[in-house]
């Protein structure tokens, strides 16, 4: 089915996706509140705030806000990225009109209850104290950290400092700040009736207005670097991250296929030669994510320190099967999205993408993967540039220092 763009009155881009031979449907509303937006000296305000918003709304209390969702048989969520605070949910498609208002009361009349913030600080504040027992989940945000371009690189877990010097008055002033329509970007796809769901959106959100100014971004002094922590551990974790075609450019189809050649299941190129055939890791995986304006590629090794260092290795031009499967994967995948990607308009790119002329190649200290020990809290794909976690024995850099950038 096409995807129809429309913009409401009030300035909010609507992107929806009809699709009638299902009969679920799924929201993501973006609101340019995220972690980037945080006060410097209030890093974490965004995941309190998205905590707070699941927490009632001034016509639905906490409980009855979760009953109402309940009873429509709707799933939820708010999250904090980089850039966005992202509310989702799922639902039955016939039941789009009944979950829309709610996520509109969710985002247009928060509660904020000054009882609330007491308990959502103390979670955060253990989220992030159990990032110390998550090697994998720390070694990620390091490298987000290390990669990213300001201030998005800061983590969706905020700081310690910043949890505990936030007010309600923080929480109130930021979201009267950044929730607003222009910024915003709302998008539904499904089994959903779009001039219904235009209509809907129109008339409820006719009073809301305002425009969010946009992140300024800057380079990140860390990109490109190596960096290597040490602890007592029986496993070594390693994250690679590089600069990637960012979404819009003619090479994005051609990146989404080598990533799943790299890593797309268990005969992918990664898996195969470094976990396979030479038995240095037991968890290997590539991924790429491509924003408007930057693309990434991040990769992960989990290993433990015994385990010999190897040179790198050049694999040969991938083949013509092995083009034709990742290429038939990346389709599969596109074709079972559930919510409109990419906002932005982007040229379009030939599909599918010939195979590329040059040998694929992957260094074996750089690996890349995500089984295993899958983070849980790091929201946003870890990738960071080259960051270690291992043991004290393994101390000393690797001789090849890959250097990258991510997202």
């Known amino acids: 089915m096409a995807i129809i763009t429309r913009t409401l009155s009030c300035g909010l881009?609507?992107?929806?996706?009809?699709?009638?031979?299902?009969?679920?449907?799924a929201v993501m509303w973006l609101i340019p509140a995220g972690v980037g937006s945080d006060p410097a000296d209030r890093i974490g305000l965004a995941p309190v705030l998205t905590e707070l918003l699941m927490r009632g709304s001034t016509t639905l209390d906490s409980r009855a806000q979760a009953d109402a969702f309940d009873l429509l048989?709707?799933?939820?969520?708010?999250?904090?990225?980089?850039?966005?605070?992202?509310?989702?949910?799922?639902?039955?498609?016939?039941?789009?009109?009944?979950?829309l208002d709610l996520?509109?009361?969710?985002?247009?009349?928060?509660?904020?209850?000054a009882e609330a913030l007491e308990p959502t600080r103390e979670l955060a504040l253990q989220s992030l104290a159990g990032l110390k027992d998550e090697p994998v989940e720390r070694a990620g945000h390091i490298m987000l950290d290390r990669h990213l371009p300001l201030p998005i690189n800061r983590s969706d877990l905020g700081t310690e400092a910043g949890l505990k010097?936030?007010?309600?008055?923080?929480?109130?002033?930021?979201?009267?700040?950044?929730?607003?329509?222009?910024?915003?970007?709302?998008?539904?796809?499904?089994?959903?009736?779009?001039?219904?769901?235009?209509?809907?959106?129109?008339?409820?959100?006719?009073?809301?207005?305002?425009?969010?100014?946009?992140l300024k971004l800057e380079p990140n002094p860390n990109a490109g670097t190596y960096h290597h922590e040490t602890e007592q551990s029986n496993q070594t974790h390693i994250f690679l991250s590089h600069d990637a075609p960012a979404e819009g450019s003619m090479d994005v189809a051609l990146e989404r296929v080598v990533a799943s050649v790299l890593s797309g299941g268990s005969s992918c190129r990664l898996f195969t030669e470094v976990r396979e055939r030479r038995g240095l890791c037991y968890s290997v995986s590539a991924s790429y994510a491509a924003e408007k304006d930057f693309g990434r590629v991040g990769c992960y090794v989990g290993t433990t320190p015994r385990k010999?260092?190897?040179?790198?290795?050049?694999?040969?031009?991938s083949s013509a099967s092995s083009w034709a499967a990742a290429t038939s994967s990346v389709r599969s995948s596109i074709a079972l999205w559930s919510v409109p990607g990419p906002v932005w308009s982007?040229?379009?790119?030939?599909?599918?993408?010939?195979?590329p002329h040059w040998p694929v190649t992957s260094t074996a200290s750089a690996a890349p993967a995500r089984s295993m020990s899958s983070p849980r809290r790091c929201r946003r794909s870890p990738c960071p540039r080259s960051t270690t976690t291992s043991p004290a024995a393994a101390s000393a850099p690797p001789a090849s220092s890959p250097s990258a950038r991510h997202r």
């Open 165 to 214: 010097a936030i007010t309600l008055s923080d929480v109130v002033k930021k979201w009267q700040q950044r929730a607003l329509p222009v910024g915003s970007i709302l998008a539904v796809a499904g089994n959903v009736d779009a001039d219904a769901i235009t209509a809907q959106l129109d008339r409820a959100l006719s009073s809301w207005s305002g425009t969010a100014a946009p």
């Open 73 to 99: 048989g709707a799933s939820r969520s708010v999250s904090a990225g980089g850039t966005f605070v992202r509310v989702s949910a799922g639902f039955i498609g016939d039941r789009a009109s009944a979950v």
């Open 308 to 317: 010999p260092s190897s040179p790198s290795m050049s694999c040969t031009p």
């Open 103 to 113: 996520l509109v009361d969710m985002v247009r009349r928060p509660l904020f209850a």
């Open 13 to 25: 881009p609507l992107i929806i996706e009809p699709n009638t031979n299902v009969r679920s449907a």
């Open 346 to 355: 982007s040229p379009v790119s030939p599909w599918p993408p010939a195979p």
